[in-house]
């Protein structure tokens, strides 16, 4: 079965203090891995897919980088703003995607 | 282009009653996926469905849920005889392609499901 692992649970973080959230998996055809953001009361917002190992991804301050067994989620000097749930999931060939407990991130100004 | 429709956005329910849940997927998305999250828990696949098929539901409980995805009108989730354990978030999100696609899920705001 398709297992997703997201370290840690929670970070707190200074504003413009850097940091990376790990999220490891195991899956048998891997069709993609994606991460997404969750803020309180809303749906997941899209924000990456990876593919191979060895891709990178950015988009402001996060940068996503994947190998054969983890993705991180990097921050480069993070804002309050920057404050939410970030959430991996690996989608299988048959569709469907399965998704890690999240790292909830909380930037102090 | 309107983003993934849910509602209704909250729902109570008291133990023994129906629920239905409704998503409107994404202009052009011909498929949909629907989720649970509990709490500070992450989402929990449910069912994975296109227009008047289920392709996968193995995280569907057997007993008192369904979902459809008619060839016109939304997505329904149906929750019969709730009892509260079924108190959580329902996510749906739809897909662009076909079955075994790489392409992200977007996601809706989710119905959030109360039992009293």
């Known amino acids: 079965e398709d297992q997703v692992t997201q370290s840690p649970e929670a970070l707190r973080l200074q504003e413009g203090e850097s940091s990376s959230l790990n999220c490891s998996y195991t899956?048998?055809?891997?069709?993609?891995l994606f991460w997404y953001r969750q803020d309180p009361g809303k749906g997941p917002e899209f924000l990456f897919t990876?593919?191979?190992a060895g891709e990178e991804k950015e988009k402001e301050r996060l940068k996503a980088t994947l190998t054969k067994k983890e993705s991180f989620l990097h921050i480069t000097a993070p804002k309050p703003e920057d404050s939410a749930t970030y959430l991996c999931a690996v989608q299988e060939s048959g569709g469907k995607s399965t998704f890690g407990d999240g790292t909830t991130l909380t930037v102090k100004p | 282009n309107a983003g993934v429709m849910q509602n209704p956005r909250h729902l109570v329910r008291r133990r023994g009653q129906e629920a239905r849940l409704r998503c409107s997927p994404m202009?052009?998305?011909?498929?949909v996926y629907w989720y649970r999250q509990l709490p500070e828990e992450g989402l929990k696949f449910m069912v994975y469905?296109?227009?008047?098929?289920?392709?996968?539901e193995s995280g569907m409980p057997k007993e008192r849920f369904s979902a459809e995805f008619p060839k016109e009108g939304p997505s329904i989730l149906r929750i019969q005889q709730v009892v509260r354990g079924d108190s959580a978030a329902y996510f749906c999100?739809?897909?662009?392609?076909?079955?075994?696609?790489?392409?992200?899920?977007?996601f809706g705001d989710g119905t959030r499901l109360s039992i009293l």
């Open positions: 999100a739809s897909q662009r392609e076909g079955q075994g696609s790489n392409q992200p899920q977007h």
């Open positions: 469905l296109q227009k008047e098929n289920i392709i996968d």
């Open positions: 899956v048998s055809g891997l069709r993609g």
């Open positions: 990876l593919y191979s």
């Open positions: 202009k052009g998305h011909s498929h």
